[in-house]
T-cell receptor
Framework: NAGVTQTPKFQVLKTGQSMTLQCAQD?????MYWYRQDPGMGLRLIYY???????DKGEVPNGYNVSRLNKREFSLRLESAAPSQTSVYFC?????????????FGPGTRLTVL | AQKVTQAQTEISVVEKEDVTLDCVYE???????LFWYKQPPSGELVFLIR??????QNEISGRYSWNFQKSTSSFNFTITASQVVDSAVYFC???????????????FGRGTSLIVHP
Protein backbone atom coordinates (compact mmCIF):
# COMPACT_ATOMS: atom_id res chain seq x y z
CA ASN A 1 0.00 0.00 0.00
CA ALA A 2 1.26 3.46 -0.89
CA GLY A 3 -0.86 5.14 1.80
CA VAL A 4 -1.48 8.79 0.95
CA THR A 5 0.26 10.18 -2.12
CA GLN A 6 0.50 13.80 -3.23
CA THR A 7 1.63 15.44 -6.43
CA PRO A 8 3.60 17.50 -7.10
CA LYS A 9 6.23 17.54 -4.35
CA PHE A 10 7.42 21.04 -5.23
CA GLN A 11 5.89 23.85 -7.23
CA VAL A 12 6.75 27.46 -7.97
CA LEU A 13 3.99 29.73 -9.25
CA LYS A 14 3.75 33.36 -10.21
CA THR A 15 1.09 35.53 -8.63
CA GLY A 16 -2.21 35.00 -10.41
CA GLN A 17 -1.42 31.57 -11.81
CA SER A 18 -3.63 28.61 -11.00
CA MET A 19 -2.81 25.05 -10.11
CA THR A 20 -4.29 21.89 -8.67
CA LEU A 21 -2.70 19.77 -5.97
CA GLN A 22 -3.56 16.12 -6.25
CA CYS A 23 -4.05 13.67 -3.41
CA ALA A 24 -4.94 9.99 -3.44
CA GLN A 25 -5.25 7.32 -0.76
CA ASP A 26 -5.45 3.57 -1.11
CA UNK A 27 -6.64 2.72 2.40
CA UNK A 28 -10.37 2.88 1.59
CA UNK A 29 -10.78 5.77 4.01
CA UNK A 30 -13.95 7.82 3.94
CA UNK A 31 -12.60 11.14 5.19
CA MET A 32 -9.95 13.28 3.58
CA TYR A 33 -8.41 16.61 4.53
CA TRP A 34 -6.22 19.41 3.23
CA TYR A 35 -3.96 21.32 5.61
CA ARG A 36 -1.40 24.03 5.21
CA GLN A 37 1.64 24.30 7.43
CA ASP A 38 3.37 27.60 8.00
CA PRO A 39 6.32 28.28 10.34
CA GLY A 40 5.12 28.73 13.91
CA MET A 41 1.49 28.17 12.97
CA GLY A 42 1.19 24.42 13.14
CA LEU A 43 -1.32 22.73 10.88
CA ARG A 44 -4.37 24.64 9.73
CA LEU A 45 -7.29 22.92 8.07
CA ILE A 46 -8.27 24.30 4.67
CA TYR A 47 -11.06 21.96 3.58
CA TYR A 48 -12.20 18.48 4.42
CA UNK A 49 -14.43 15.81 2.94
CA UNK A 50 -16.32 13.59 5.34
CA UNK A 51 -17.26 11.19 2.59
CA UNK A 52 -17.42 10.91 -1.17
CA UNK A 53 -19.62 13.66 -2.53
CA UNK A 54 -19.31 16.03 0.43
CA UNK A 55 -16.88 18.83 1.18
CA ASP A 56 -16.76 21.46 3.90
CA LYS A 57 -14.69 24.48 4.79
CA GLY A 58 -12.07 24.33 7.48
CA GLU A 59 -10.29 27.12 9.29
CA VAL A 60 -8.65 28.87 6.30
CA PRO A 61 -10.63 28.16 3.09
CA ASN A 62 -10.32 31.54 1.35
CA GLY A 63 -8.54 31.34 -1.98
CA TYR A 64 -8.99 27.58 -2.34
CA ASN A 65 -11.45 25.14 -3.82
CA VAL A 66 -11.61 21.38 -3.50
CA SER A 67 -13.05 18.43 -5.36
CA ARG A 68 -13.70 14.97 -3.97
CA LEU A 69 -13.37 13.18 -7.28
CA ASN A 70 -14.12 9.74 -5.86
CA LYS A 71 -13.45 7.88 -2.64
CA ARG A 72 -9.70 7.76 -3.34
CA GLU A 73 -8.98 11.25 -4.62
CA PHE A 74 -9.29 14.72 -3.14
CA SER A 75 -7.82 17.67 -5.02
CA LEU A 76 -7.08 21.22 -3.90
CA ARG A 77 -7.18 24.08 -6.40
CA LEU A 78 -5.71 27.53 -6.22
CA GLU A 79 -7.54 29.65 -8.79
CA SER A 80 -5.36 32.75 -8.55
CA ALA A 81 -2.28 32.15 -6.45
CA ALA A 82 -1.07 34.83 -4.04
CA PRO A 83 2.25 35.08 -2.16
CA SER A 84 0.30 34.49 1.09
CA GLN A 85 -0.39 30.98 -0.17
CA THR A 86 3.29 30.08 -0.05
CA SER A 87 3.25 27.13 2.30
CA VAL A 88 3.61 23.39 2.68
CA TYR A 89 0.37 21.59 1.91
CA PHE A 90 -0.53 18.24 3.43
CA CYS A 91 -3.30 15.90 2.47
CA UNK A 92 -4.56 13.43 5.06
CA UNK A 93 -7.14 10.69 5.34
CA UNK A 94 -8.90 8.79 8.09
CA UNK A 95 -11.70 6.40 8.78
CA UNK A 96 -14.98 8.19 9.40
CA UNK A 97 -16.43 6.08 12.16
CA UNK A 98 -15.45 8.49 14.89
CA UNK A 99 -12.97 11.00 16.17
CA UNK A 100 -10.81 8.27 17.60
CA UNK A 101 -9.32 7.61 14.21
CA UNK A 102 -5.85 8.86 13.58
CA UNK A 103 -5.00 10.67 10.39
CA UNK A 104 -2.58 9.41 7.79
CA PHE A 105 -0.64 12.12 6.02
CA GLY A 106 0.90 12.43 2.61
CA PRO A 107 4.48 13.62 2.09
CA GLY A 108 3.45 17.22 1.45
CA THR A 109 3.70 19.72 -1.40
CA ARG A 110 6.00 22.69 -0.97
CA LEU A 111 4.47 25.62 -2.86
CA THR A 112 6.15 28.95 -3.47
CA VAL A 113 4.21 31.84 -4.99
CA LEU A 114 6.36 34.65 -6.34
CA ALA B 1 -14.21 25.68 20.95
CA GLN B 2 -11.22 23.43 21.20
CA LYS B 3 -7.71 24.60 21.84
CA VAL B 4 -4.34 22.88 22.11
CA THR B 5 -1.33 24.68 23.57
CA GLN B 6 2.23 23.51 23.17
CA ALA B 7 4.04 26.22 25.04
CA GLN B 8 7.53 24.93 24.24
CA THR B 9 8.44 26.18 20.78
CA GLU B 10 11.86 24.54 20.73
CA ILE B 11 13.75 22.24 23.06
CA SER B 12 17.42 21.43 22.73
CA VAL B 13 18.98 18.50 24.58
CA VAL B 14 22.09 16.39 24.44
CA GLU B 15 21.79 12.74 23.52
CA LYS B 16 20.77 10.43 26.38
CA GLU B 17 18.97 13.16 28.25
CA ASP B 18 15.31 12.65 29.12
CA VAL B 19 12.94 15.25 27.70
CA THR B 20 9.25 16.01 28.24
CA LEU B 21 7.07 17.77 25.69
CA ASP B 22 4.07 19.51 27.18
CA CYS B 23 0.55 19.59 25.77
CA VAL B 24 -2.36 21.39 27.42
CA TYR B 25 -5.82 21.30 25.90
CA GLU B 26 -9.23 22.91 26.30
CA UNK B 27 -12.55 21.36 25.34
CA UNK B 28 -16.14 21.32 26.50
CA UNK B 29 -16.67 17.78 25.27
CA UNK B 30 -16.82 15.04 27.88
CA UNK B 31 -15.61 12.51 25.33
CA UNK B 32 -12.61 13.39 23.24
CA UNK B 33 -9.41 11.97 21.83
CA LEU B 34 -5.84 13.11 22.09
CA PHE B 35 -3.03 12.37 19.68
CA TRP B 36 0.67 12.88 19.23
CA TYR B 37 2.27 13.08 15.79
CA LYS B 38 5.94 13.27 14.84
CA GLN B 39 7.29 15.25 11.90
CA PRO B 40 10.94 14.35 11.24
CA PRO B 41 13.18 16.50 9.04
CA SER B 42 11.97 14.54 6.01
CA GLY B 43 8.64 16.35 6.48
CA GLU B 44 6.05 13.61 6.67
CA LEU B 45 3.76 13.48 9.71
CA VAL B 46 3.61 10.17 11.51
CA PHE B 47 1.02 9.08 14.04
CA LEU B 48 2.49 8.11 17.43
CA ILE B 49 -0.33 7.56 19.89
CA ARG B 50 -4.03 8.06 20.58
CA UNK B 51 -5.69 8.35 23.98
CA UNK B 52 -9.39 8.67 24.75
CA UNK B 53 -10.73 10.81 27.57
CA UNK B 54 -11.89 7.83 29.63
CA UNK B 55 -8.52 6.17 29.77
CA UNK B 56 -6.10 7.94 32.07
CA GLN B 57 -3.58 5.15 32.21
CA ASN B 58 -0.11 6.17 31.27
CA GLU B 59 1.36 4.42 28.27
CA ILE B 60 4.89 3.35 27.59
CA SER B 61 6.28 2.26 24.26
CA GLY B 62 10.00 1.65 24.38
CA ARG B 63 11.67 4.97 25.17
CA TYR B 64 8.41 6.87 24.71
CA SER B 65 5.85 7.44 27.43
CA TRP B 66 2.72 9.51 27.70
CA ASN B 67 1.15 11.00 30.82
CA PHE B 68 -2.53 11.91 30.47
CA GLN B 69 -4.00 13.91 33.35
CA LYS B 70 -7.60 14.94 32.93
CA SER B 71 -7.51 17.04 36.10
CA THR B 72 -4.94 19.36 34.57
CA SER B 73 -6.05 18.91 30.93
CA SER B 74 -2.59 17.77 29.96
CA PHE B 75 -1.20 15.04 27.76
CA ASN B 76 2.55 15.16 28.07
CA PHE B 77 5.07 13.14 26.10
CA THR B 78 8.39 11.98 27.54
CA ILE B 79 11.32 10.58 25.62
CA THR B 80 13.78 8.70 27.80
CA ALA B 81 17.44 8.57 26.84
CA SER B 82 16.91 10.74 23.77
CA GLN B 83 18.69 9.95 20.53
CA VAL B 84 19.61 12.07 17.53
CA VAL B 85 16.90 10.27 15.53
CA ASP B 86 14.31 11.75 17.89
CA SER B 87 15.01 15.18 16.43
CA ALA B 88 11.70 16.28 14.94
CA VAL B 89 8.72 18.53 15.40
CA TYR B 90 6.10 16.94 17.61
CA PHE B 91 2.44 17.89 17.39
CA CYS B 92 -0.28 17.30 19.93
CA UNK B 93 -3.86 17.15 18.62
CA UNK B 94 -7.34 17.04 20.12
CA UNK B 95 -10.44 15.60 18.44
CA UNK B 96 -14.13 15.47 19.33
CA UNK B 97 -15.83 12.10 19.03
CA UNK B 98 -17.65 12.89 15.83
CA UNK B 99 -19.57 15.64 14.13
CA UNK B 100 -22.46 15.70 11.69
CA UNK B 101 -21.48 14.12 8.43
CA UNK B 102 -19.34 11.44 9.97
CA UNK B 103 -16.08 13.29 10.03
CA UNK B 104 -14.16 14.77 12.87
CA UNK B 105 -12.00 17.84 12.86
CA UNK B 106 -8.92 17.68 15.03
CA UNK B 107 -7.28 20.74 16.48
CA PHE B 108 -3.49 20.74 16.34
CA GLY B 109 -1.07 22.53 18.60
CA ARG B 110 1.65 24.63 16.97
CA GLY B 111 4.25 21.97 17.58
CA THR B 112 7.45 21.63 19.60
CA SER B 113 10.73 21.35 17.75
CA LEU B 114 13.03 18.91 19.52
CA ILE B 115 16.72 19.04 18.69
CA VAL B 116 18.89 16.26 20.06
CA HIS B 117 22.60 16.96 19.84
CA PRO B 118 25.12 14.11 19.70
Amino acid sequence: NAGVTQTPKFQVLKTGQSMTLQCAQDMNHNSMYWYRQDPGMGLRLIYYSASEGTTDKGEVPNGYNVSRLNKREFSLRLESAAPSQTSVYFCASSEASGGHNEQFFGPGTRLTVL
Amino acid sequence: AQKVTQAQTEISVVEKEDVTLDCVYETRDTTYYLFWYKQPPSGELVFLIRRNSFDEQNEISGRYSWNFQKSTSSFNFTITASQVVDSAVYFCALSPPTIAGGSYIPTFGRGTSLIVHP
